[in-house]
């Protein structure tokens, strides 16, 4: 699915009041989406080199931090 397919197809859930169970649902699914999406990028985090992490401005202690945070944690 193209970003604009998404956009028009979140679009159109907003447009609506969804019934209680599919909201739940949705919001499950987008939970547990973010929660990939952090998982995924403190895995990169862990893997990249002293000067990539200093060219966005990291160090070695910010990524221990983030790779030590909760799961599910922002």
């Known amino acids: ?16 009041p969804l019934p ?26 862990k893997h990249l080199e002293a000067h990539l992490l200093e060219d966005v401005g990291l160090s070695r202690g910010d990524v221990s931090r983030e790779l030590n945070r909760r799961f599910g944690q922002q």
């Not at 699915?1 to 609506?16: E, I, K, P, V």
């Not at 169970?21 to 999406?37: D, H, I």
């Open 1 to 16: 699915m193209t970003h604009d397919q998404t956009h028009t197809a979140l679009g159109y859930l907003s447009a609506r």
């Open 20 to 45: 209680p169970l599919t909201a739940v649902a949705l919001r499950m699914v987008v939970l547990v989406a973010k929660w990939e999406e952090r998982r995924q990028t403190r895995k990169a985090l």
